[in-house]
């Protein structure tokens, strides 16, 4: 499987600390995406980083990607309850295909 | 939020019987996609469609079958219920500039007794 593994896979924390996943995974790939899934709900789309790319900030999300070790990070900084969530990593990989390969996510729980 | 809908948006079913779920968007998008979502595996990707009567099998095919006889609607068909397939069920669509992001619909939970 090209499956993204998203590590942790459950995170706690408290209000207003900063939480960080990773997302590794096994080939090369065009752009990896992280999503949002709120209980209940679809997922969303957070942030696209690009394989030429290394930093990329939207707001208080900022996220990495170390193509030379296959990995990428998401930080979120000064957490809130709000951000309460799943949140998984979505991997491109080149070769003519455009969809997303999803991995199992890391449970956020953010304590107000 | 992209403008999709699903419906139903709860389904109980029994083993054996068809059931067929929908998708519409009005982003006129061309990319339709079908995810099922259960505990401990993520999303995975059942079938897709990159254009009015084009699909493409994904990675958990088996069972399923899809229609898209109209931009806007994608058709999810199980020809015959089985318990496995009790799951959580996404639509997604992408296209335009951003083709590579996904809109998520809202997710239809299925129970097969």
């Known amino acids: 499987s090209q499956q993204g593994e998203e590590d942790p896979q459950a995170l706690s924390i408290q209000e207003g600390e900063n939480a960080t996943m990773n997302c590794s995974y096994k080939?090369?790939?065009?752009?990896l995406q992280w999503y949002r899934q709120n209980s209940g709900r679809g997922l969303v789309h957070l942030i696209l980083?690009?394989?030429?790319?290394r930093e990329k900030h939207s707001g208080r999300l900022r996220v990495t990607l170390d193509t030379s070790k296959k990995s990428s990070s998401l930080l979120i900084t000064a957490s809130r309850a709000a951000d309460t969530a799943s949140y998984f990593c979505?991997?491109?990989?080149?070769?003519?295909?455009?969809?997303?390969?999803f991995g199992r996510g890391t449970s956020l729980i953010v304590h107000p | 939020d992209a403008g999709i809908t699903q419906s139903p948006r709860h389904k109980v079913t029994e083993t054996g019987t068809p059931v067929t779920l929908r998708c519409h968007q009005t982003?006129?998008?061309?990319?339709m996609y079908w995810y099922r979502q259960d505990p401990g595996h993520g999303l995975r990707l059942i079938h897709y469609?990159?254009?009015?009567?084009?699909?493409d099998k994904g990675e958990v095919s088996d069972g399923y079958s899809v229609s898209r006889s109209k931009t806007e609607d994608f058709l999810l068909t199980l020809e015959s219920a089985t318990s496995s397939q009790t799951s959580v069920y996404f639509c997604?669509?992408?296209?335009?500039?951003?083709?590579?992001?996904?809109?998520f619909g809202p997710g239809t939970r299925l129970t097969v007794l």
């Open positions: 979505a991997t491109v990989y080149p070769g003519g295909s455009y969809i997303p390969t």
């Open positions: 469609s990159y254009g009015v009567k084009d699909t």
């Open positions: 080939t090369s790939i065009n752009n």
């Open positions: 997604a669509i992408s296209g335009g500039e951003n083709y590579n992001e996904q809109f």
């Open positions: 980083i690009r394989s030429n790319e």
């Open positions: 982003e006129n998008h061309r990319y």
